[in-house]
């Protein structure tokens, strides 16, 4: 039952770390106000977004391998 629970965990911690991508990127279709407050928590944030991002998926990478082996 806790592998189970870790690879959820862990897929769920992948799909964070894609969205947080494509939210940093501005592949996500924002238009008008939105896309303004975007880029302007991008310029903000951006360092610490990275930076999560790189941790997530090595966290999550981490946890797939070891509840595998």
């Known amino acids: 039952m806790h ?3 870790n690879l959820i965990e862990a897929g769920f911690g992948l799909i964070t770390a894609g969205w947080m991508l494509l939210y940093y990127l501005g592949k996500l279709n924002y238009k008008g106000e939105k896309e ?3 880029r302007k928590k991008v310029e903000k ?3 610490l ?3 999560v991002i790189l ?3 090595i ?3 981490s946890l797939i391998i070891l509840t595998i082996v």
């Open 49 to 51: 977004s990275v930076i």
């Open 55 to 57: 941790v997530l998926i």
């Open 59 to 61: 966290s999550s990478i």
């Open 36 to 38: 303004e407050r975007r």
């Open 3 to 5: 592998k189970i629970i």
């Open 45 to 47: 944030y951006g360092v």
